[in-house]
DNA sequence: CAAAAAAATGACTAAGTGGTCAGGAAATTG
DNA sequence: CAATTTCCTGACCACTTAGTCATTTTTTTG
C-alpha cells in the first residue's frame, strides 16, 4: 500500500515523546541555556546524536515541546457562552488552572521562564490565537457585567489576576514551601483553591459555589 | 592612621554600582546561565577582566547583585500595627507592589527567575528573616480578622495572591503587551492597581478607600 | 530475502565560556 | 617623593557545548 512512508513510525513517535517528556523536565528544572543535549540525552536514556536525529537542533526540540506545552493551556472556560452562570464559570476555570498547577508544574514554570524572557517564541502564538481567545472571553465578561450579573470590572484585568494567582502556586512552589514549612499536598491545592475562588468571587460581587465554600479546616 | 586600608575606595565603589546595574539589566533579560561575564562587561563598559577582579566570580558577583534587589522588598506594609486600618493598610501594600513592579521591573524578573529555579540562593533568607516577616504579618491580619474588621481568610494565601497579582505585571509585562496591544505606562498601572485593589479588598469584606476607586475612565 | 528507508552512534570540530596570571598604570600615603 | 596599595588589562587556558559527518545497524517493504 501506498502509506506515507514514515507515518507516525512508532518506534520513532515513541522515542519524540521520550524526549519530548525529557525535554520538559529538563529545561523547567535548569532553563533554556541551563539545559544541555546531554543532559536531556541522559534523562531520555539515549544517546545524544539520536536527540540531533529527531529534533533537527536544540532550538528545535525546545520549539517542539513548548507547542506542546501550550495545547494544554485549554479548558472549559473557552467553551463558556454569555448564557451560562458567571460565578459557576469562573469557579470552575479557576479551580481548572489551579488543577494545571499542581499536575503540570514543569509546563507552567517553562511557560512562565518564556514569558519573562519576552516570549521570543511565543510572540506569534500571543498576537494570533491567544489575542481572538482573550477577545471572546472579555466579551462574555462584558455581557455578565452588562447584564447586571456581576459587579463592574475590566475583565482585562480580571483575567490577568486569575493567571497570576493559579500559575503562581507552579511558579513560585520554592518559595511557598519555604514560608509553609512544607510542601503543598492535594488537600493544601484544594484549600488555597477555595481561598481563591472565594476572594475573586467575592470581588466580582458573585456568589461563591457551595462547592467552593469551606470544608474540612 | 589605622582607615580600613580601601575603605569605600570611591573609585571602587563607583565602579561596583555601574557593574552591578549592568548585571541586573542583563541577568534580568538573560537569566543567569544566559548572560555571560562579556556581555555585562560590554553592557558596563569596562574591561571583562575588571568585571572578575572586582567580583571574585560570575556566581559572586550574581549572589552580590540578589542581595541589593532584595533590599527593595521593604515597604510600609512591615511596619503596619494590628491598630492600623486593615483597608488602608491593605491598599497601600498593593499600591507600594505594584509601583515596584512598575519601577524595578528587572528586580521582580530577576527574582522570578531565581524561584523558579528553586531559589537555590535565597533559601536561606527564605527560611529567616522571611519566614519571621510573614509571621509578624500573618498575626497582624488574624488579629483585624478575630476583631471582625475583615472576612475569615487564610492571611498565608491572602499574601500569595496579592504578591501573585502584583508581580504578575512585571514578570509577564510581554504577555501583557501582546494582549493589550500595547506596554503599561503609568496611567495603566494606576487602572490595574484600582482595579486589584477593589478585587482583593471586596474579597476581604472591606472598604475600599476612595483614593482607589475609579477616577478617571 | 534483497533493496531501500529509517534509526542509531562514535569521533570530531568550531565556537564560546569562566577564570587565571603576570605585568604594568594610577592613586594613596607616610 | 618613594613606597605601598589599589586598580587595570591583554594573553592565555581548560573545559563545555551544539552540531556535523561518515558509517553501521535495524526495520520496513516489494
Same sequence: chains 1, 2.
Avoid at 82 to 93: F, I, R
Wanted: aromatic share 10%; charged share 20%.
Amino acid at each position: 500500500m501506498a502509506s506515507k512512508s514514515k507515518m507516525d513510525g512508532s518506534i520513532g513517535a515513541k522515542n519524540k515523546q521520550k524526549i519530548l517528556a525529557a525535554a520538559e523536565k529538563a529545561f523547567a528544572t535548569y532553563g533554556f541555556k541551563g539545559t544541555s543535549v546531554q543532559q536531556i540525552a541522559d534523562e531520555a536514556e539515549l544517546p545524544k546524536t539520536n536527540i540531533l536525529y529527531y529534533f533537527k537542533s536544540k532550538q528545535g526540540l525546545y520549539v517542539a515541546m513548548l507547542q506542546d506545552i501550550m495545547s494544554l493551556w485549554n479548558s472549559r472556560f473557552d467553551q463558556v457562552t454569555e448564557d451560562d452562570d458567571p460565578a459557576q464559570s469562573l469557579a470552575d476555570y479557576i479551580a481548572d488552572k489551579m488543577t494545571m498547577s499542581r499536575t503540570h508544574p514543569q509546563a507552567s514554570k517553562i511557560f512562565a521562564m518564556e514569558v519573562l524572557n519576552g516570549a521570543p517564541y511565543l510572540n506569534k502564538f500571543f498576537s494570533n490565537e491567544h489575542v481572538a481567545w482573550m477577545e471572546g472571553r472579555v466579551a462574555i465578561l462584558n455581557s455578565w457585567i452588562a447584564q447586571g450579573r456581576m459587579t463592574v470590572v475590566d475583565p482585562l484585568y480580571l483575567l490577568f489576576h486569575i493567571w497570576a494567582c493559579t500559575q503562581h502556586y507552579a511558579d513560585f512552589s520554592a518559595q511557598i514551601t519555604s514560608l509553609r514549612g512544607k510542601t503543598m499536598k492535594r488537600a493544601d491545592f484544594d484549600e488555597a483553591t477555595r481561598q481563591l475562588v472565594q476572594l475573586i468571587l467575592s470581588g466580582c460581587g458573585l456568589t461563591v459555589p457551595e462547592k467552593y465554600l469551606e470544608s474540612a479546616k
